[in-house]
C-alpha cells in the first residue's frame, strides 16, 4: 500500500488526514473510492476511518515523518 500512496501523492494527503485524526472524517468520494480499494480505511455512514490499528500505527509513524 506505502507505494500506491507514494506514487499517488494526493491520495497519500487524503489518507495522512484520516490517519491523523482519531475521528471518522468526510473526504472526497473519489479518495474514500480508491483507499477503501486498497483496504486501508472502512465505511461509517458518510465518515470514514483507518482500517485497523496497525495501519493507524505504522501509517503515523510515516506521517510523523514526512511533517
Request: hydrophobic content about 45%; overall charge neutral.
Amino acid at each position: 500500500h506505502w507505494v500506491v500512496l507514494r506514487e499517488q501523492p494526493e491520495l497519500w494527503q487524503f489518507f495522512a488526514l484520516v490517519v491523523r485524526d482519531h475521528q471518522p472524517l468526510q473526504l472526497d468520494t473519489i479518495m474514500i473510492y480508491k483507499l477503501r480499494s486498497l483496504g486501508l480505511i472502512q465505511e461509517l455512514g458518510d465518515r470514514i476511518k483507518v482500517q485497523c490499528e496497525l495501519y493507524r500505527r505504522y501509517f503515523s509513524r510515516e506521517v510523523l515523518a514526512q511533517e
